[in-house]
């Protein structure tokens, strides 16, 4: 059987002869590839390969997903001091009576908090912002949890405060506003310092990289 090149078969289809056509795939496994493509660092062809994956190993892998996403969308939430995702309210890091109780670190997301916590390196406590500020996205001050972080300063017991903010223009522009912010009260202000690249977002970044990022830290200027 000859094979029909792609300019005869457009010659064909051009003629009015019907092309085949592959039948596409299911409604539910459009969607799941759909929703796996919205993923971040996940496109459309990174998605499908998922997909298939699941399909093929769907004892060993298809089960243990189903049940760990279960799992999270029914224990999971958010801590009332922190800001972190853990089981409980308040969260195992807040809860814990051997962490500083007078160094509080702020991150913007949970991501950058679980990156530092990967280090070991930081001992006290930790305070997720939701983001960042953002002239260009319309992420105001009031949009992130900046009231609650100058509360928990104001309430006392706290003597650094550091401002582990992603070396990015909107994460340098986060830092000196919250520097501003709470330069009345009696703590002493950091944040990270050298090997952190500019640009450089901590989720991204080796242990190596923020352990001295973390040592160096420096007082805002």
Same mark, same amino acid.
């Given at each position: ?62 089960? *243990?997903?189903?049940? +760990?996403?279960? #799992?999270?969308?029914? =224990?999971? %939430?958010?801590? !009332? $001091?922190?800001?972190? @995702? ?54 105001? *001050?009031?949009?992130? +949890?900046?009231? #609650?972080?100058?509360? =928990?300063? %104001?309430?006392? !017991? $706290?003597?650094?405060? @550091? ?59």
């Amino acid at each position: 059987m000859k094979m029909i090149r792609m300019g005869a078969f457009n010659a064909l289809a051009g003629q009015g002869a019907t092309p085949y056509l592959f039948p596409m795939a299911s409604p539910e496994i459009e969607a799941l590839t759909q929703a796996l493509a919205r993923l971040p660092g996940l496109g459309p062809r990174s998605a499908r390969r998922a997909v298939l994956h699941l399909l093929k190993k769907r004892e060993a892998a298809l089960g *243990p997903l189903r049940a +760990a996403l279960e #799992a999270v969308d029914e =224990r999971l %939430e958010t801590c !009332g $001091i922190c800001g972190n @995702v853990d089981t409980a309210n308040p969260c195992a890091i807040c809860a814990d009576p051997r962490r500083d109780q007078r160094s509080l670190c702020v991150v913007e997301e949970v991501a950058d908090l679980w990156a530092l916590e990967r280090s070991r390196l930081f001992p006290g406590r930790f305070h997720v912002l939701g983001g960042r500020l953002s002239a260009l996205e319309g992420v105001r *001050p009031e949009d992130l +949890a900046i009231d #609650a972080l100058v509360a =928990r300063i %104001e309430a006392g !017991g $706290i003597d650094e405060v @550091v401002l582990a903010m992603n070396a990015t223009l909107e994460g340098q522009t986060t830092a000196h506003y919250l520097a501003d912010r709470i330069e009345r009260f009696p703590v002493r202000v950091t944040q990270l310092a050298h090997g952190l690249p500019v640009g450089g977002e901590l989720d991204y970044l080796d242990e190596g990289t923020l352990a001295q990022a973390l040592r160096a830290r420096r007082p805002v200027a």
